[in-house]
């Protein structure tokens, strides 16, 4: 992995802050646990798996969007939101830590959804950056996102993005809200607000950007690494979705760009 501040460098593991005591993060922990071995890997597997979630899952959203506005809020201030979104980013933070230690039953309308992504196939949205599928299916990210009215945090984790909400708008989320009580993750038709899809367009042109600033040097050691172990590299899903790009948008979309 290579951090957005720094492409420059390869890092093993994302941004850390010492926020919370040996109890919490062993509270934490057992959600992290939980979902990588019933859902991310599972669905990494096999994208057409029907994934069963009890209450946990709840619990291991919560705790992310928790960490990622936190963490935004305090390297930017939310200085974009509006003061009510600020106030609605007040209550949400106090919520979720209320319902990570049980003290009440559900997060209210500070709600999650999770939304499984994987490569596209067809699409009637123009327009979209020839990396989509790359993002889609690799990118790893935390952000907030804001409109005129709406508000809330996001978490890209590869296949998965996770929307913590903030402030409420008016438009409906179908089939990607996740249950207190538990439920089903499986292959159906997802309908997020409308807004979204220019968040991913912007967040895609971000990542490319980011891949382009990657130093020359470093860029030969990555090839030179593939190259060694063909088929390693042809296994992965980033070769995968390598491929689904290079199928839509044609081989240009996936060729090393030149210095400059």
């Known amino acids: 992995m290579r951090l957005g501040k720094n492409t420059a460098r390869r890092v093993q593991d994302g941004i850390k802050h010492r926020w919370l005591c040996l109890g919490c993060e062993r509270r934490l922990s057992k959600y992290e646990t939980a979902f990588a071995t019933n859902v991310f890997h599972p669905y990494n597997k096999d994208d057409g798996a029907v994934i069963r ?16 506005l936190t963490f935004v809020r305090s390297e930017t201030g939310l200085e974009k939101w509006s003061s009510e979104q600020k106030r609605d980013a007040d209550r949400a933070l106090e919520a979720w830590r209320a319902f990570l230690f049980d003290e009440i039953p559900h997060p209210g309308r500070f709600e999650q959804h999770l939304l499984p992504m994987g490569p596209i196939s067809n699409s009637t949205v ?22 005129e009215t709406a508000a809330m945090s996001v978490a890209k984790m590869g296949r998965f993005a996770l929307f913590g909400i903030v402030t409420p708008g008016r438009d409906k ?9 538990g439920g089903i993750i ?3 038709q997802y309908v997020l607000p409308a807004g979204l899809i220019d968040y991913f367009r912007e ?7 980011l891949s382009d600033s990657i130093p020359e040097a470093q860029k ?5 690494a593939a190259l060694k172990n063909v088929d ?15 199928r839509i948008f044609g081989t240009e979309a996936i060729l090393r760009k030149p210095p400059g």
Do not use: H
């Open 53 to 68: 979630y009890d209450s946990w899952l709840l619990k291991f959203c919560v705790s992310v969007s928790w960490r990622v």
């Open 126 to 147: 123009g327009n979209l950056p020839n990396n989509i599928n790359r993002y889609f299916m690799r990118g790893v990210e935390m952000d907030v996102a804001r409109g």
């Open 173 to 181: 989320w179908k089939g990607t809200r996740v249950s207190p009580g």
């Open 186 to 188: 499986q292959p159906s």
């Open 203 to 209: 967040r895609a042109d971000r990542l490319a950007t």
């Open 220 to 224: 030969d050691k990555i090839e030179a």
């Open 232 to 246: 390693r590299m042809i296994a992965t899903d980033q070769f995968r979705a390598m491929l689904e790009d290079q």
